[in-house]
């Protein structure tokens, strides 16, 4: 039969996932406390879905954490990060609120660290400070957008409130690419291994990226970037901060 929309219907999706209609028809209209991930799995296969949306879907299923108060910063992660030298360190909380910052962060990022401290966010830093735009080159829009798919990964089983509801209203306001990527509702996977930077005093230098989970730490990550050891890009670095400390 000719159909109104493109698509699969309901009854084929079930039957590609291998469950029966009414089953299926629970489970999308909430009905159905809850979904395995064998059940999860089985739908995103149906639909084709890249490991971003299929990892969404499981991330959509699971109890919505409860809202807390904000964790501090403990000083065990800051001396940490005072440790790392001249390796550039962000610490940022699962709305890409920047927390705190290494010397060698705050080089790597011109201006972040001098936003006012209510706005210091990774994302609206990329998308409003021209700093970054020139320190990203032609990766900008790339990187710009796969971070906000990150937000809405993370931000995908509760309602944004505070900060980060400011940030998404300000964003959608200001920035067609923001405005785009979130009502497409594209989700991306925090793994990019490699970043390409054009700073303005080390030139072009290529530094792997690491995100580590702070234990103890509700919600917050550490962005560890660092050039391959004995690499040009490691002399250039560490030379910058050698005569230029912070």
Request: aromatic share 4%.
């Amino acid at each position: 039969r000719r159909r109104r929309v493109p698509g699969l219907r309901r009854e084929e999706l079930a039957a590609l996932a291998g469950m029966s209609v009414d089953y299926y028809t629970r489970l999308e209209q909430g009905r159905h406390s809850t979904a395995s991930p064998g059940v999860l799995d089985a739908i995103a296969r149906a639909l084709n879905l890249p490991e971003a949306d299929r990892r969404y879907l499981h991330h959509l299923a699971q109890p919505a954490p409860p809202q807390g108060d904000p964790v501090p910063v403990r000083p065990e992660t800051r001396a940490l990060m005072r440790a790392l030298g001249p390796t550039p360190a962000v610490l940022i909380n699962t709305s890409m609120d920047v927390l705190a910052m290494n010397p060698a962060g705050c080089r790597l990022y011109d201006g972040l660290d001098t936003m006012p401290p209510h706005e210091r966010n990774a994302i609206r830093y990329m998308l409003t400070a021209p700093e970054a735009r020139e320190l990203h080159g032609g990766d900008w829009t790339a990187i710009a957008a796969e971070m906000i798919g990150i937000l809405r990964l993370r931000s995908g089983r509760k309602p944004l409130v505070g900060g980060a509801r400011d940030l998404v209203d300000d964003m959608a306001a200001s920035s067609e690419l923001f405005r785009r990527v979130w009502q497409d509702q594209t989700v991306s996977l925090a793994d990019r291994r490699r970043k390409i930077f054009h700073h303005p005093r080390a030139g072009r230098i290529e530094l792997a990226v690491e995100s580590l989970v702070v234990r103890h730490a509700e919600g917050q990550i550490l962005i560890v970037l660092s050039p391959e050891p004995g690499s040009a890009a490691e002399r250039a670095w560490h030379e910058l901060m050698a005569r230029d400390p912070m």
